[in-house]
């Protein structure tokens, strides 16, 4: 069938990290959270998205270079926010949780 699925990630042309790295969201809500926080002001841009295996193959086809693109993946909240939840118990290391058959 030739069918592709990808992982989206999205982005909003020029939003980047305090050391120059393009912005990409595995949340589009993310994303919109983000350019709030930045002071966006107005109507928020047309949003990019790209597919996440893409812009790797990109990034090492680039072969880490000066004149190339620097990214910085932003995971998402929810998935964070559950990670912090389960490694604030017992030493601080995230567990799996029993499975049950």
């Known amino acids: 069938m030739g069918v592709e699925c990808g992982i989206p990630v999205f982005g ?7 050391n120059g790295e393009s912005l990409l969201f595995f949340s ?3 994303l919109r959270e ?12 047309d949003v990019e998205v790209f597919d996440f295996v893409n ?3 990109a ?12 990214v910085k993946f932003v995971g998402c909240k929810e998935g964070r926010e559950y990670k912090e939840s389960i490694t604030k118990k017992g030493d601080g ?9």
Do not use: N
Request: proline share 4%; glycine share 22%; charged share 40%.
């Open 12 to 18: 909003i042309d020029g939003m980047t990290s305090k």
């Open 28 to 30: 589009v809500d993310d």
């Open 93 to 101: 290391k995230a567990r799996l949780k029993p499975m049950r058959g």
């Open 59 to 70: 990034m090492d086809a680039d072969g880490g270079g000066k004149e190339g693109f620097k």
């Open 34 to 45: 983000a350019w709030g926080k930045k002071g966006g002001k107005g109507e928020m841009p």
């Open 55 to 57: 812009v790797i193959k």
